[in-house]
Nanobody, 130 residues
Framework: QVQLVESGGGLVQAGGSLKLSCVAS????????MGWFRQAPGKEREFVAF????????YYSDPVKGRFTISRDTAKNTVTLQMNVLKPEDTAVYYC???????????????????????WGQGTQVTVSS
């Protein structure tokens, strides 16, 4: 079994910052990338950012680009999402996800899709007040 556990969510005022962390544990696996998604009430889950595990190459969705930073610590088996200049529209449950390395090539756009990820955390609530 592979477990992903998010932490760091909470309530902040607009313009503030939060740092989310995701710790992977359990069965070891070869991963290609880890990503962050979010889902607001009544809306579809949307891609936020992803990081390639080997090399640390990153990509961000337009709404968070320039404000959020994804990083990973391979020694601690964790991925972090630093969120700055938070806006009310950032309010959502944030999910950590891991994509296994299948040994096959993939497109960049594949990593925007939740269906590409094999393991998911339980989510952590982020609420940004006006």
């Amino acid at each position: 079994q592979v477990q992903l556990v998010e932490s760091g969510g909470g309530l902040v005022q607009a313009g503030g910052s939060l740092k989310l962390s995701c710790v992977a544990s359990g069965r070891t696996f070869s991963r290609y990338a880890m990503g962050w998604f979010r889902q607001a009430p009544g809306k579809e889950r949307e891609f936020v950012a992803f990081i390639r595990w080997s090399g640390g190459w990153t990509y961000y969705s337009d709404p968070v680009k320039g404000r959020f930073t994804i990083s990973r610590d391979t020694a601690k088996n964790t991925v972090t999402l630093q969120m700055n200049v938070l806006k009310p529209e950032d309010t959502a449950v944030y999910y950590c996800a891991a994509e296994a390395d299948r040994g096959t090539p993939s497109l960049l756009t594949d990593h925007f899709k939740s269906s590409s990820y094999d393991y998911w955390g339980q989510g952590t609530q982020v609420t940004v007040s006006s």
